[in-house]
């Protein structure tokens, strides 16, 4: 009898090891007209506007650029971060997937790969789960910018292609990212 009890106590031990409290399925987005999105379970984005008027500081994109292969917007980021466990987009990023949104709109002829990435931390396949939440998340956004889906492929990558090879939270921090790239 002992044993079994030490036995079933050793596999709740092990569950709730295993158990992460991050809510893969519940992305709070915003949509292009400015009203906010409830996630999964009903939540609202906080801080989202919700007066339906469209506000937007996003500087115009140069795009005298459109035509060499590879090459996005000029002078706009490629890298979205997340915070650790994570696949929210911070409203810092906000301002940059709008203006990749607004080239590839402008740009129909382009393909845009977004890759999403981890820090080291979680097992393998956890990790390519988290990456592609954070390549979906960017892609939805862009989605929900006037971008077709035709036009954008999410994929993750992981933990396997660190932007840093560092082990400190500087380095994984690094790590924890969606870059755009255009094909």
Do not use: W
């Amino acid at each position: 009898m002992k044993k079994r009890m030490f036995l079933a106590a050793a596999l709740a031990a092990v569950l709730v090891g295993c158990s992460s409290g991050v809510k893969l399925n519940d992305v709070p987005v915003e949509d292009k007209a400015g009203s906010s999105v409830t996630g999964a379970t009903g939540t609202t984005t906080p801080g989202a506007d919700t007066s339906g008027a469209t506000k937007s500081n996003v500087a115009p994109v140069d795009l005298s650029n459109d035509s060499k292969p590879g090459a996005g917007p000029t002078g706009v980021a490629r890298i979205i971060y997340f915070d650790y466990d994570s696949f929210v987009i911070k409203p810092e990023f906000q301002a940059v997937i709008e203006q990749h949104a607004q080239f590839i709109r402008a740009n129909s002829a382009r393909k845009v790969v977004v890759e999403g990435h981890t820090d080291e931390r979680g097992g393998r396949e956890y990790n390519l789960a988290l990456g592609q939440k954070r390549a979906e998340a960017v892609r939805r956004a862009l989605g929900l910018l006037g971008v077709p889906d035709s036009q954008v492929e999410a994929v993750s990558f992981g933990k396997e292609k660190p932007a840093n090879p560092g082990h400190d939270e500087a380095a994984m921090s690094e790590n924890r990212r969606a870059e755009i790239a255009y094909r």
